[in-house]
């Protein structure tokens, strides 16, 4: 970017942060709009205290960026304001906020609860739509359509009668002789004109000045019926400026003075001054209006003049949003930005609020706040001087469309010193903006944008002073593209983290989006890119969501975090969380990433901490789930027993690589873990229902991560802690095909079968199991093979060896009519059984033959069983709670492939659970926050 950083000093403020800000100087060449830079005090103000919760660094809009630059000049403060008893507010009202009669009335509502606490001044725009109206009244007159004009003018006092009349009050006759005058007055200037048949800029202010000098008698009359006392003030009576109709700038120091001498009398008697926002007074006494965003303006000025303590700027929106809502629906209101942020985002098209109204607040470290008064207990946007990074360095993306890219291209430029300054200005006399500069590093190219409206002139320009460089060869072709947007992805974090300008490129190709030209400053406060009008939306929500800006921001970095949620906090669960908080300092000295476990959910409801919840809170919440009070009962719980709530109130927040695990029983899991993969979250399962349901079922779960790129690991869900997911996952990838897989497939089957070896009771050997926590919660799913059924769909499938509902040949450990609910119950049972199973395994011993619950599986087909074998085969050898699976493969057919180890056990699942985690956690340790 052809734009040399100036370091400049700050002022002074109780706000931590940097002493100096670099701001870009404009490109060599460029003619800047007078500054005005002498009015800005160099003398420190008094710090200023901010509630909790900028510069165009791209383009060479000198007149703001230098002014958010420069310290101010000493501005008039009589003494009288050095030793004030209260706190100075400016609070501006927007077009919509006092659009009628209600809302005024809101309006006075906020001023007269504030002016309890705080000296108040008031700054207002006009009703709705009455400067456009007051417009095309002016113009009407100017084309001799009197009669248009005047039914305007009619419209406008009708609108304002109405208003009057829905306020009410005894002092209604007193404004609307007010509201009569200024249409009276505003009707013999539109005589005027259109007698004259002209409209110049002097005319034109006059006129649009009347829509705030009717809503400030509007609402002072509001304010006024609330029994506080408040006065209307015409700031075309003091503020002033400079003679550029249209586009006034207050004269330096003067200004100052006029206001603080206008207001303070107001202030000093408890008084609420309603000022016009938007219009000055001309050196000749005219009336001036200070352009786009001149309300805001207005509010800074007198904010900075009366060393005031905080601007409210009220308006219809609840703060600065990450992205503009309708081109991006989740965008978010923005906690905090820094002047500079702020500037930024409003010169790529941020439309609440307008890079010049920064200026007179930065320089004294004046915050401002954005608030909706549609909602004022809303928090909205504080923006002041600190540098608050957040859960992530870009805080928005905003873009302005109707640009054109200009390219001069030649190879004869290349070293060639002075061609910048030559490009820069031809256009600077031709009185042309640039928004946007790019230059390849060859220097053989300088790309730039410029309004589209003006891309003809640009064109004409550029050709006219490089004409004699375009006959020689040494300037090949001046290009002219239109129809172009320019984006921006904005934060001063960006200058603290690595890979910003890669994630952003990185998301428009996954869009395939085209990006045309590339520009970032030194500072890194913003990436900007020309794209396509046509791509534009789409380009903003692809960096938008790329960045998760549709979350809310945790206030923390998250830069080096892995978040889990915690769905089911049985025995697995607990142990799980245990094991994470003794292996948190291995996963951050292998992967780099500190793990916080950010919720937790059983079946009563959930506990949810957006920075983790700490190790205390989880160690408590495991002791009383042990001694059986649910999660509901805990401090701080959200009671609501649906898994969905806990997954939609976790991903609200900017977590990151965020892994769901789900160590519950739950039948139907396989809709949240759809809803996990449509918040761009990983799933661990070690719940087998999910994934041994319907063949349809199956195949949705996995059209559904592949669709958001996201893993789905379930190792637990087969071999507890055996490595049989990860061994099938090898095979495949590697080109082997499975014919078959056979072995014992239930931890808990095989510890009662090698009990059952020794002499015990059956009845006996089933309540160890359950005390040792080897079962599932209901008892009969392991007794009757449906643990291990399930097992077996799962294998099958993720072996290649099942391809649809393949019905199971299953026979249970026991008859079907011994199971009952109730663990007492069906020991009882069970009992009646000890004899007739004693005697089948004393049969099998006298033949050397053992008992064992066996699986098969084939292409196709399903066998599951107690079977007898050898006592001295692989199966008949196992001990304990050992599983084994045998793997019969091309590669492995003469000697199968045995995978053997403990596979029951509160333990080894959650270990398994935990490897799981452990293997996303290596996939995603390379990729940034906020992509996951």
């Not at 994934?691 to 087969?718: C, F, N, Q, Y």
Request: with cysteine; glycine share 10%.
């Amino acid at each position: 970017m052809v734009a040399a950083p100036v370091t400049v000093g700050r002022h002074r403020s109780r706000h931590e942060g940097p002493r100096h800000v670099a701001i870009p100087s404009p490109p060599a060449g460029q003619r800047a709009p007078p500054s005005g830079l002498e009015r800005w005090p160099r003398d420190p103000g008094p710090a200023r205290e901010t509630a909790p919760s900028t510069s165009a660094e791209n383009a060479p809009d000198a007149d703001c960026a230098a002014k958010l630059a420069s310290p101010p000049e000493p501005a008039f403060s009589p003494t009288r304001l050095e030793s004030r008893p209260m706190r100075t507010e400016v609070h501006k009202f927007g077009g919509t906020s006092v659009g009628d009669g209600d809302r005024i009335g809101r309006c006075a509502d906020l001023l007269v609860a504030a002016a309890g606490a705080a000296r108040i001044v008031a700054v207002a725009s006009a009703m709705g739509s009455t400067t456009d109206d007051l417009l095309q009244a002016a113009e009407a007159a100017s084309q001799g359509d009197l009669d248009r004009a005047v039914d305007a003018t009619q419209a406008i006092r009708t609108r304002h009668e109405d208003a009057l009349r829905d306020l009410g009050g005894v002092e209604a006759i007193g404004t609307s002789e007010a509201v009569r005058v200024l249409c009276a007055g505003l009707e013999m200037r539109l005589r005027g004109i259109a007698a004259l048949g002209e409209l110049s800029p002097r005319a034109r202010d006059g006129i649009v000045a009347v829509g705030e000098k009717l809503s400030i008698r509007l609402l002072a009359h509001a304010v006024r019926q609330r029994g506080s006392d408040a006065e209307a003030l015409d700031a075309d009576s003091f503020l002033e400026t400079d003679s550029n109709f249209g586009s006034a700038t207050p004269l330096p120091g003067v200004a100052d003075r006029e206001i603080v001498h206008a207001l303070s009398p107001h202030l000093e008697s408890g008084r609420i001054p309603v000022v016009t926002g938007f219009c000055g007074q001309g050196p000749d006494g005219g009336t001036t209006t200070l352009g786009r965003g001149g309300s805001d303006y207005s509010a800074t000025l007198l904010a900075a003049a009366l060393d005031a303590d905080e601007v409210v700027i009220w308006t219809d929106v609840d703060g600065v949003y990450t992205a503009d809502p309708g081109i991006v629906p989740e965008a978010r209101p923005i906690p905090h930005l820094n002047y500079r942020e702020a500037g930024e985002l409003s010169y790529y098209g941020a439309r609440v609020l307008h890079q010049r109204t920064i200026i007179p607040v930065a320089g004294k470290g004046i915050p401002v706040r954005i608030r909706s008064t549609l909602d004022p207990k809303t928090a909205g946007t504080v923006i002041d001087g600190r540098f608050t990074r957040g859960s992530h360095p870009v805080k928005a993306v905003s873009a302005i469309v109707g640009q054109a890219l200009v390219s001069i291209e030649g190879k004869g430029m290349a070293g060639v010193p002075g061609i910048a300054k030559r490009v820069f200005g031809a256009l600077a006399l031709a009185d042309i903006s640039v928004t946007m500069i790019s230059q390849s590093s060859s220097e053989s190219s300088i790309c730039l944008a410029v309004p589209e409206t003006q891309a003809t002139e640009a064109e004409v320009a550029l050709k006219r002073a490089f004409r004699s460089d375009l006959s020689s060869g040494d300037v090949e072709e001046i290009i002219v593209q239109r129809h172009i947007a320019l984006l921006a992805a904005v934060g001063l974090g960006m200058a603290h983290t690595t890979g910003v300008a890669a994630r952003v490129c990185g998301a428009l190709a996954e869009r395939r989006t085209n990006i045309l030209a590339v520009a970032q400053g030194s500072s890194e406060l913003n990436i900007s890119l020309a794209v396509e009008r046509r791509d534009a939306d789409d380009a903003v929500r692809a960096i938008h969501h790329a960045f998760g800006l549709h979350r809310l921001d945790t206030g923390e970095d998250t830069t080096r975090r892995l978040d889990l949620l915690v769905f089911g906090f049985g025995a697995i669960g607990r142990e799980l969380v245990r094991l994470v908080l003794e292996r948190s300092g291995h996963v951050r000295n292998r992967f780099g990433l500190e793990v916080r476990i950010v919720a937790v959910c059983d079946r009563s409801g959930y506990l949810l901490a957006p920075r983790g919840l700490s190790p205390d809170a989880l160690q408590a919440a495991a002791v009383a789930k042990t001694d059986g009070h649910p999660l509901a009962s805990r401090p701080g719980a959200v009671a609501d027993a649906s898994p969905s709530s806990m997954l939609a109130a976790a991903t609200r927040f900017r977590l990151a690589r965020p892994i769901l695990i789900d160590t519950s029983d739950a039948a139907d899991a396989d809709q949240l873990f759809v809803e996990a993969f449509g918040h761009r979250v990983d799933v661990v399962t070690a719940n087998k229902k999910p994934l041994a349901g319907p063949i349809a079922v199956w195949r949705d779960l996995g059209r559904a991560a592949s669709a958001a790129g996201r893993r789905l690991k379930a190792e637990a869900t087969v071999g507890a802690g055996l490595p049989v997911v990860d061994t099938v996952e090898t095979l495949r990838a590697t080109g082997d095909v499975i014919r078959s897989v056979e072995g014992c497939l239930s931890g808990t089957l095989a510890f009662v079968c090698g009990e059952l070896e020794v002499g015990r009771p059956l009845s006996e050997v089933v309540r160890e199991a359950i005390d040792r926590g080897y079962t599932e919660p209901d008892p009969t799913i392991d007794l009757l093979g449906v643990d291990v059924v399930r097992k077996a769909l799962i294998l099958g499938r993720m072996s290649g060896l099942l391809d649809g509902d393949a019905p199971a040949q299953s026979d249970g450990l026991v008859p079907r009519e011994l199971t009952c609910s109730g663990a007492d119950a069906l020991l009882a049972r069970l009992a009646t059984y000890d004899e007739t199973m004693a005697q089948r395994i004393t049969a099998a011993r006298a033949a050397g033959r053992v008992l064992r619950y066996v699986a098969r599986i084939e292409t196709g087909r399903i066998d599951v069983g107690p079977r007898e074998g050898d006592a001295d085969s692989n199966l008949g050898r196992l001990e304990g709670t050992d599983n084994m699976l045998i793997f019969t493969t091309d590669r492995y057919s003469a000697r199968p492939l045995v995978v053997t180890g403990p596979g029951a056990g509160i333990g080894v699942t959650a270990m398994a659970v935990l490897g799981d985690v452990l293997r996303i956690a290596a996939e995603r340790a390379g990729i940034p926050e906020g992509v996951a």
